[in-house]
């Protein structure tokens, strides 16, 4: 009971701190609520697996993993170029062109909405786990299979939202593009294109982290020595899980910049939208 003390000082401290914050609603607040809650989640993962004596096979403290991090940033680096930038934004970038170039060519055809949909509804539900593997054999063992496998996770959730978005537009508005004898694609590039675009975006956003999921877990069937997946499967099999949760912190800081560059490129695309108005 006396171990437990420390843990529930810090957590209740903490608790009580974020309490009285949150009734100030200013930015500087909700900053700092959001920091204190993240610092006290390390604090305490560290004090309880000090206190505990936790084996680092089953959980590393932060320290532990924040000092593989710098003792092994060259190889992250490599590993972030591999998976990341070739397979997971080059995957994601042709997916995302291909999916606006299927939706406008089923906004414009009515066969191909019945008929491509229900395909890539069918496309969509297929495991990841299931497809991985054949795209390796059929692409190779470099990035341009996990690229393959990033398109086709990000293709289906990109599409349905271009869909909708090119449907979005008021009926009054295309009879007026109708009125003023606007061909079809004048009236997708000065209408339906900028009803779309919170819609798009909306997938996009979605995409970016299935991006560095499908990049990551198809790199588990097959890799150069080099990538996100193989180290992590490698350093799983040489009990160095430190190396693991620092290849773990390594995506999940480029997921949130990722994710963070495309909703800034949204609120610049968008700022007419009410969501881009708070």
């Known amino acids: 009971m006396l171990t437990a003390a420390p843990i529930l000082i810090v957590w209740l401290g903490a608790w009580g701190l974020n309490t009285w914050l949150a009734r100030f609603d200013t930015r500087l607040t909700r900053l700092l609520v959001a920091l204190i809650f993240g610092a006290t989640i390390l604090i305490l993962w560290e004090m309880i697996v000090r206190i505990y004596d936790v084996p680092s096979v089953i959980l590393p ?124 694609w004048q009236s997708l590039w000065k209408l339906r294109m900028p009803a779309a675009m919170p819609f798009l975006f909306n997938g996009l956003k979605i995409t970016t982290t299935l991006a560095l999921i499908g990049a990551i877990v198809a790199e588990f069937f097959g890799s150069p020595t080099k990538g996100m997946g193989f180290r992590i499967s490698t350093a799983v099999g040489r009990l160095d899980l430190p190396l693991v949760w620092a290849e773990i912190l390594a995506a999940a800081i480029a997921g949130s910049l990722f994710y963070g560059l495309v909703a800034l490129i949204e609120k610049k695309v968008t700022f007419w939208h009410p969501s881009q108005r708070a």
């Open 61 to 184: 403290a932060p320290s532990q993993i924040g000092a593989s991090f710098v003792e092994n940033r060259a190889i992250l680096w490599t590993d972030f170029v591999q998976t990341i930038l070739r397979g997971a934004l080059t995957g994601w970038i042709i997916g995302a062109l291909a999916a606006i170039a299927t939706a406008i060519a089923i906004d414009r055809s009515p066969f191909l909405r019945r008929g491509l949909l229900p395909i890539g509804n069918f496309v969509a539900a297929l495991p990841i786990v299931g497809i991985a593997p054949i795209l390796v054999m059929w692409f190779g063992f470099d990035w341009q299979s996990k690229a393959a496998v990033v398109v086709v996770m990000v293709f289906f959730p990109i599409l349905v939202n271009m869909v909708a978005g090119l449907a979005a537009t008021d009926p009054m508005q295309r009879d007026l593009m109708r009125t003023w004898a606007a061909p079809y």
